[in-house]
């Protein structure tokens, strides 16, 4: 079965800062990887999803994640944080059916809180 | 315009009553999903459907139930027999077996054991 760490709990950093938020999965075959964000209350949006091909993905907000299989990774980063990017962040990796397609029964990992100081 | 509805968005319940919440989807997916979320625990998949009149068991599926009786609709159950029941619900759907896996989040139900 697949799972998900995200070792940080909780990342404070500066407006402006950079910023990574770590992600380790462990899956058999090849991992289908997700990044998503949750404000307080609300439900889950995706930022950016990897398949197959380039290992470094682009997603919303200018948020961008390398996948690297050799670390079991897919660490998210943004070069400069606004103080909207406060929120819930979420790693998740996708399962394959008997049919060898993904679909979206996604295990999750434990979130990591970022508070953004202006 | 397209997206997940639930309802209600709060919810306080007595112990020994069940309880339903809503979930309401116009995006013509296939798939739909219930997870429950606690605080430091992430996403924990409770069950899935992805057609219509069968659903699947997920993780932690002990005290709940549901139906899918229609495409557009996936209502949960919290039973008596939930022993901890307080918790952010959250429905979701894809398109389906489809290779992207990419979920759609309705808002959550918040549902508090007094």
């Known amino acids: 079965a697949q799972s998900v760490t995200q070792p940080d709990i909780h990342i404070t950093v500066s407006e402006g800062a950079s910023l990574e938020l770590r992600c380790n999965y462990s899956?058999?075959?090849?991992?289908?990887l997700f990044w998503y964000v949750q404000s307080p209350g609300q439900g889950l949006q995706l930022l950016l999803k990897y398949f197959s091909g380039d290992t470094l993905v682009q997603g919303i907000k200018g948020f961008e994640a390398e996948f690297k299989r050799s670390q079991s990774s897919f660490n998210l980063r943004k070069p400069s944080v606004h103080w909207s990017d406060a929120a819930e962040y979420f790693c998740?990796?996708?399962?394959?059916?008997?049919?060898?397609?993904?679909?979206?029964?996604?295990?999750f990992g434990q979130g990591t809180i970022l508070t953004v100081h202006p | 315009d397209g997206g997940i509805t639930q309802s209600p968005k709060y919810l306080f319940r007595k112990e020994g009553q069940n309880v339903t919440l809503s979930c309401e989807q116009n995006l013509n997916h296939d798939a739909m999903y219930w997870y429950r979320q606690d605080p430091g625990q992430g996403l924990r998949l409770i069950y899935y459907s992805q057609i219509v009149n069968d659903f699947q068991k997920g993780d932690i599926a002990e005290g709940y139930s549901v139906s899918r009786e229609k495409k557009e609709s996936f209502p949960l159950t919290v039973t008596s027999a939930q022993k901890n029941p307080t918790a952010f619900y959250l429905c979701?759907?894809?398109?389906?077996?489809?290779?992207?896996?990419?979920?759609?989040f309705g808002e959550g139900s918040r549902l508090t054991v007094l």
């Open positions: 979701a759907s894809s398109i389906g077996t489809s290779a992207t896996g990419e979920l759609f």
């Open positions: 998740a990796v996708g399962a394959l059916n008997a049919g060898g397609t993904s679909y979206g029964k996604l295990t």
């Open positions: 899956y058999g075959a090849t991992p289908y």
